[in-house]
């Protein structure tokens, strides 16, 4: 136990010292905290690193180390290359919450029907670009990292070995030196097609994410083979749940239509046939291949205004891979904000007329000829008990006082709807009466105005704000 507390700290000591380097090989602009050092495996799991001895996390821009974890895999004198690689996931790929969304956004479209796939998938093209790049511009030794980490590795599924021996291809490595002695004829095409798709979109890699998930679907359409990779590459998945605890990325349920494009399958192109080209369904079922994606833009959903939504169901699913621990509540109202914002209207108004008061201001003279009615006898009389017509006569002088106009005030709202019988949850198909109601519900309380908001069902059955509120969160949740 004491020894390996001592090689621990010695690690710990070699890391700390190595982190300014690798900072540097990706720019000396770049400013990250030092990672959390865990010493042990206690200390990992309560930062949530399980499988792997490093991750990162894109909401605080941190990386964490298990150096115990690194002294079992026998990597401890690896520390640049593992540092510089962690640090290329905050830089480089996936670099920032929106990019990891659009990335799993990309990937599920070429995953359909094993959707749950995504996050491995998404982990392994990131890694691949990331390494390639330290490998081929940098100069890192990263083959020797894999090699220790390889070393009595068991290596059975076919997802595995295809992912080696993409390294192999990338790097001019002898075959079956990372990816053993298993190797298929397909799975060789398969891996040079990757290899090729990593170099090709280095620069663009969110351009080259869904041609990459297309060629590893039919190694992760069996669950015993997925479930078998997951066992196998769990000491690599560093970046699986990087956008876990963030906040919700805005703009993803509108369907961006350029990324349907890049929903290819590398074989396909390779053979120079097109991707809306259909093929016999029974070579389909026989090959384990991936169906052709010709109707693809019914596929991913196309609903609300335009049809140029996802369904609400599909859009909260992809939300929930980036971010397990995601508000489910938080998540629906921000995808009918989003549908409903560019279509908010000027809200009515009420303005108040001004009004106006005569106040009295003194007295001036009366003269023969003015209105009788304005002859103030009053003030004639303490001029002089004697009146003398246009001499002590007088009259008084008003003025009129008009208060400051109000601003005008919006009128109160009450949202009613009636969800009883044929309506359909709004958290799983898209609702047209709930967006009606939250375009006119943005708009009044864009406008300062208190909205109130009730569901109604079947007799006797309601859901309703408390009152007339102005929080959004408040009236939107009763609505969704």
């Excluded at 900072?23 to 400013?31: D, Q």
């Excluded at 990459?212 to 690599?236: C, G, S, T, V, W």
């Excluded at 169901?313 to 509540?329: F, K, L, S």
Aim: charged share 25%.
């Amino acid at each position: 136990m004491a020894d390996t507390v001592v090689t621990v700290n010695r690690v710990k000591k070699s890391w700390v010292e190595a982190w300014p380097q690798a900072v540097a090989i990706w720019s000396p602009y770049v400013t990250l905290r030092e990672p959390t050092w865990c010493m042990s495996a206690q200390d990992a799991q309560l930062e949530g690193l399980t499988g792997s001895f490093a991750m990162i996390r894109l909401t605080d821009h941190r990386v964490v180390i298990d150096l115990d974890s690194v002294c079992r895999h026998r990597v401890g004198d690896c520390a640049v290359q593992i540092l510089a690689h962690e640090i290329g996931h905050h830089v480089l790929i996936p670099a920032n919450r929106y990019d990891n969304v659009g990335l799993f956004r990309r990937m599920r479209l070429a995953l359909a029907g094993i959707e749950d796939r995504t996050p491995l998938v998404a982990n392994l093209y990131s890694d691949l670009v990331i390494n390639d790049t330290l490998q081929r511009i940098h100069q890192l030794d990263m083959a020797s990292v894999y090699r220790k980490i390889q070393q009595n590795a068991k290596i059975e599924s076919t997802l595995h070995i295809w992912y080696m021996r993409t390294y192999e291809y990338l790097w001019g490595l002898p075959r079956g030196d990372l990816s053993g002695g298993k190797q298929t004829a397909q799975l060789d095409a398969d891996a040079s097609l990757a290899a090729s798709l990593i170099r090709s979109y280095a620069r663009n890699w969110l351009d080259g994410a869904g041609r990459f998930a297309m060629l590893a679907y039919p190694y992760l359409i069996e669950d015993a083979q997925h479930n078998k990779a997951r066992q196998e590459l769990a000491r690599y998945l560093d970046a699986e749940k990087s956008g876990a605890g963030a906040e919700v990325v805005g703009g993803m349920a509108e369907i961006d239509e350029s990324i349907l494009d890049g929903i290819v399958d590398p074989r396909a192109e390779a053979l120079g046939k097109s991707s809306d080209s259909s093929d016999n369904a029974a070579d389909d079922e026989k090959t384990g291949r991936r169906p052709e994606i010709s109707d693809m833009r019914s596929l991913q959903g196309g609903t609300g205004p335009q049809k140029r939504y996802s369904e609400p169901g599909t859009y909260i699913d992809m939300m929930r891979q980036v971010d397990p621990a995601a508000d489910e509540n938080k998540l629906i109202i921000r995808y009918y904000r989003e549908i409903a914002m560019p279509h908010l209207v000027p809200f009515p108004e009420e303005e108040s007329a001004p009004l106006a008061d005569l106040l009295p201001e003194g007295t001036d003279q009366w003269e023969p000829g003015d209105p009788v009615e304005e002859l103030d006898w009053f003030e004639t009389t303490v001029m002089s008990p004697v009146v003398v017509p246009g001499v002590t006569t007088r009259s008084r002088v008003y003025t009129q006082n008009t208060d400051t106009p109000s601003k005008a005030q919006p009128y109160n709202l009450y949202v009613g709807i009636d969800c009883s019988g044929s309506m359909r949850n709004p958290r799983y198909n898209f609702s047209w009466p709930i967006c009606a109601a939250s375009i006119i519900t943005l708009s009044a309380l864009r406008a300062g105005a208190k909205v109130m908001s009730c569901l109604s069902g079947e007799p006797g059955s309601f859901l309703e704000s408390d009152g007339f509120v102005t929080s959004e969160y408040d009236t939107m949740l009763v609505l969704t």
